[in-house]
């Protein structure tokens, strides 16, 4: 019998296949058209309503406002501008917590239980763990196998009073989309605060923060198609949330993010939402129809390919792969020209396996071997067949090569 020949190793693309979506997206050219003017012609202080150039900018600013808030159900004056989403949850977090200790009810043991979940974005565990310094109990609760949070762990933990509850709604590295209605709806019943983090769901499912009953929601500009550096935090007015800042400083956006605005990342930031909104459900189709055609591409060099989380709770564009025979670092170094990611912290030339792969139960071997895949606005059926070939090939000479 001959052996079976290696797969075909395809040609170069004329540029880097950009399949990394869930670290950031491409800045749309509609975004970036809206934004120019404010960089060097209505450069106006948004805060400087006594001129007419500080009034324009004031405007601009609060039409983005709305477009944010019309994209995740919420009302205008429920969105506070921030730099992204790790300040957002860093707001909401030790915001709630602090302006808690400061306040203590007027009846009643203080709440000082705050869970989250073991597969958060790591400036949600990192301020929730900070929380454990200053006199609170963080909670960290596993996942099923399937990446999901189990109602009955949430209804656990919730039998101590709890002051805070934080669970995102889709994961970064897996895309596994929590219930965060349902989930919300226990925390509710058990008197907490909610919060979810919306980095990477925010345009890409339909998100209504009003019906959730949600009490804090944190938003991103660059995960969907805005620009870097800034994003929002939604505090819900009705009941009122209260929060302490982080920093002081001039009392901007209701005194809980002090600082000048950026007029031109947030006009950015609101056709970016304008332009989620008005899509998303057509870009999500034809998304998801790019991610079958990837997995059937793989599936018909590597059989064994397994894809890490739920397959049915998941965002359009993300694929999590186990890979049968090569580290994940091997594969990338052999597709240069592809952009993925293994969702690892490298640190000193060592790659630790992804935390949230081991949270759902992933052996530390497998999710060595594992890479993340996040399709996008941008991606084409070209970049597609191209990646699927380019990772068959990089497998197969990486499992050969010599240990």
Not at 297 to 307: H, K, Y
Request: aromatic share 4%; charged share 20%.
């Amino acid at each position: 019998m001959h052996a079976a020949s290696p797969p075909h190793r395809p040609a170069p693309p004329n540029r880097p296949v950009y399949l990394d979506n869930q670290a950031t997206t491409r800045c749309d050219p509609r975004v970036v058209a809206v934004m120019l003017p404010f960089f060097s012609e209505q450069y106006g202080n948004p805060h400087s309503v006594e001129h007419a150039m500080g009034r324009f900018a004031e405007d601009a600013v609060e039409a983005a406002r709305a477009q944010v808030a019309a994209l995740i159900g919420a009302a205008t004056n429920e969105v506070v501008f921030t730099s992204g989403a790790t300040e957002s949850n860093n707001i909401a977090i030790k915001g709630a917590a602090r302006h808690a200790r400061a306040h203590p009810a007027a009846a009643g043991a203080p709440r000082r239980r705050v869970v989250t979940v073991a597969t958060e974005h790591k400036c949600v565990l990192e301020a929730v763990a900070d929380l454990g310094q200053e006199g609170f109990e963080p909670v960290f609760l596993p996942v099923r196998p399937d990446g999901l949070v189990d109602p009955d762990a949430l209804r656990a933990a919730l039998s101590e009073p709890t002051l805070l509850v934080s669970i995102m709604a889709a994961n970064n590295e897996t895309g596994v989309i929590q219930d965060i209605p349902a989930l919300a709806a226990i925390a509710k019943e058990a008197g907490a605060l909610v919060h979810t983090d919306l980095a990477q769901a925010a345009g890409k499912i339909p998100v209504d923060l009003a019906a959730w009953r949600v009490d804090l929601a944190s938003v991103s500009g660059h995960k969907l198609y805005g620009p870097k550096g800034v994003g929002a935090l939604y505090v819900r007015r009705r009941p009122r949330v209260r929060l302490a800042p982080l920093f002081s400083g001039g009392g901007q956006e209701r005194g809980l993010r002090s600082g000048t605005l950026p007029a031109p990342l947030i006009v950015g930031f609101g056709e970016a939402c304008r332009l989620a909104g008005a899509e998303m459900q057509e870009e999500a189709d034809r998304v998801a129809a790019l991610r079958a055609r990837l997995l059937r591409g793989l599936r018909a060099a590597l059989p064994d390919v397994v894809v890490n989380g739920s397959m049915d709770a998941r965002l359009a564009g993300n694929l999590n792969l186990t890979f049968p025979a090569a580290p994940a670092a091997a594969i990338m170094a052999g597709a240069p020209d592809l952009c993925v990611s293994t969702g690892s912290a490298c640190s000193s030339a060592v790659v630790e396996p992804s935390y949230v792969l081991r949270a759902m139960g992933v052996a530390d071997a497998a999710a060595a071997r594992s890479l993340r895949i996040g399709i996008g606005r941008f991606t084409s059926a070209a970049d597609i067949d191209y990646a699927a070939a380019a990772l068959a090939a990089a497998h197969a000479a990486a499992a050969a090569a010599p240990a």
